[in-house]
């Protein structure tokens, strides 16, 4: 079991704003930045968003995220299709002296 | 632009040591600010880190992998290595090598490759 928390599912239609929600405590998020990835089935995950809320070149506007206290949240805007994937939130934890990744959530487009 | 490629033996035996090497292309093992990284990925499950490696060999390591992971770096070749001893049936996965750049941040992957224990 993660010590991230991760919604499993998250659906939307076309052109809809979804919101993916990581949970963690003191020792992680409420301490370290949080990082997260998009991975297509079959496919290496990608990095989408750095240090809480910045984007690496080439990845799209329409991914954000934030984080407040001991939680972490990456939204994405305008849905479409190709966003099918699942994601992850990852983040370093000071107890643990270990990266750990949330449990994924998939995000099915309807 | 950086490549990472993992290589090593598919199939290993239980209880034997599951060996992978990830090369490096397109950038210096030994530029300072990144680690070098192993994360897995059992069959329908999520991603698993193993631990972090830097050019001067310091690492980290997940707890629960501890006492079966050692890692290792070659700058000579631009490679970083990963070895866990005494593999068992949870140990089959889809192994990923990466940058990072502090310990946590995944910034590139390697494709990944598949690693299964065989009884």
């Known amino acids: 079991q993660s010590m991230l928390t991760q919604p499993p599912s998250a659906s939307g239609t076309p052109g809809q704003r979804i919101t993916i929600s990581c949970s963690g405590s003191?020792?992680?998020?409420?301490?370290?930045?949080v990082s997260w990835y998009q991975q297509v089935p079959g496919t290496a995950p990608r990095l989408l968003i750095i240090t809480n809320s910045h984007r690496p070149s080439g990845v799209p506007d329409q991914f954000s995220g934030s984080k407040s206290g001991t939680s972490a949240s990456l939204v994405i805007s305008g849905l479409q299709p190709d966003d099918e994937a699942e994601y992850y939130c990852?983040?370093?934890?000071?107890?643990?002296?270990?990266?750990?990744f949330g449990g994924g959530t998939k995000v099915t487009v309807l | 632009q950086l490549q990472l490629q993992e290589s090593g033996p598919g199939l290993v035996k239980s209880l034997e040591t599951l060996s992978l090497t990830c090369t490096v292309s397109?950038?210096?093992?030994?530029?300072?600010?990144?680690?070098w990284g192993w994360i897995r990925q059992p069959p329908g499950k999520g991603l698993e880190w193993i631990g972090n490696?830097?050019?001067?060999?310091?690492?980290f390591y997940n707890p629960s992998l501890k006492s079966r992971v050692i890692m290792s770096v070659d700058t000579s070749r631009n490679q970083f290595s990963l070895k866990l001893s005494s593999v068992t049936a949870p140990d089959t996965a889809v192994y990923f090598c990466?940058?990072?750049?502090?310990?946590?941040?995944?910034?590139?992957w390697g494709q990944g490759t598949r690693v299964t224990v065989s009884s």
């Open positions: 990852a983040v370093w934890d000071d107890s643990l002296n270990s990266v750990i």
């Open positions: 990466a940058r990072l750049v502090g310990v946590a941040a995944i910034l590139d």
């Open positions: 397109g950038a210096s093992i030994s530029s300072t600010g990144h680690y």
């Open positions: 003191r020792s992680n998020i409420g301490t370290n930045d």
């Open positions: 490696i830097y050019y001067s060999g310091t690492t």
